[in-house]
C-alpha cells in the first residue's frame, strides 16, 4: 500500500488543541454574558468580582486589577466605577499606604460572586467528564500553556504550584505523590497542582527557570 498523503489543508494537533481551547474560550464569555444580562453585568465586571474575593486577603489596587485581568487601565477604571455605582464594590484608603486606593466588595458584592462563578458550569461539567487521570494530565498541560503566555507577556504571573518558592518538583519517590509543598509540608501529585494559589509566593527569577526545568525534565522519565 503506498504511502498515505496529507489531506489538503489537515491541521496538527496544535491546531487542533488550540481550536478547542478558543472554542473553551468562547463558551466561557458566552456563558458569563447570559448569566451576567439578568444582573446588568458584563463578563468583565463579573471577572473583577470573581478577582476581588479570590483576592480577599490582599488589598487589589486598580493597576493589580488591571494587570491580573490583562485589561487596559481604561478598561478596568470604566468596569470598577461602574460596579461602584451598582454598591458591588466599594473605594477604600490602603491601610498600607493612605494615599493610595484599594478596591473592596461589599456585602452585595460577595452575593453576586456567588452567581459570577457559576457561569462556568457547563465547562466544569465537562471537565468532570474526565478521569482522574486525564484530569491530572490536562491540569499539567494547562500549567505548561499558561507558563508559555506568561513568558511571552501575555497574562500577568500566574499564581501556580511550578512557579511558587514552595514547589519541589519530583523530590518523592512515590510516583503517585513525587511532588512536594514546602508550606504545608507534604507531598503532591499532579492532580493536586494548582493554577491559582492564594499561598503562592514568587521565586527568584534564576530559582523559577530551574524549578520549571526539573518539572519538564521529570516528566520523560514517567
Known amino acids: ?6 489531506m489538503q489543508g489537515e491541521k496538527t494537533v496544535v491546531d487542533h488543541i488550540t481550536a478547542g481551547l478558543a472554542k473553551v474560550a468562547a463558551v466561557l464569555r458566552s456563558q458569563a454574558w447570559e448569566g451576567g444580562s439578568a444582573r446588568k453585568l458584563t463578563p468583565t465586571q463579573g471577572q473583577i ?3 476581588l474575593s479570590e483576592r480577599a486577603s490582599k488589598h487589589m489596587r486598580l493597576n493589580d486589577v488591571a494587570s491580573e485581568l490583562c485589561l487596559t487601565a481604561a478598561t478596568a477604571s470604566d468596569a470598577v466605577i461602574t460596579l461602584v455605582e451598582k454598591k458591588l464594590v466599594r473605594k477604600e484608603r490602603s491601610p498600607e499606604d493612605q494615599r493610595a486606593l484599594v478596591i ?3 456585602a452585595a458584592g460577595r452575593r453576586e460572586v ?6 462556568a458550569a457547563v465547562v466544569r461539567a465537562g471537565v468532570k467528564s474526565m478521569t482522574p487521570d486525564e484530569q491530572a494530565v490536562f491540569l499539567r498541560g494547562l500549567s505548561k500553556v499558561m507558563y508559555s503566555l506568561q513568558q511571552q507577556g501575555a497574562i500577568s504571573v ?11 518538583p519530583y523530590v ?6 513525587p511532588h512536594h509543598c514546602g508550606f504545608v509540608n507534604k507531598p503532591m501529585g499532579e492532580g493536586q497542582l494548582r493554577l491559582e494559589c492564594p ?19 521529570g516528566e520523560v522519565g514517567r
Open 114 to 119: 456567588q452567581q459570577a462563578a457559576g457561569w
Open 158 to 168: 500566574a499564581r501556580m504550584c511550578v512557579g511558587c518558592t514552595y514547589f519541589q
Open 104 to 106: 473592596t466588595l461589599t
Open 172 to 177: 518523592h519517590v512515590d510516583a503517585a505523590r
Open 199 to 217: 499561598d503562592f509566593i514568587p521565586g527568584s527569577q534564576p530559582d523559577q527557570a530551574g524549578r520549571w526545568q526539573d518539572f519538564l525534565r
Open 1 to 6: 500500500m503506498g504511502k498515505q498523503l496529507p
Open 49 to 51: 468580582l470573581v478577582l
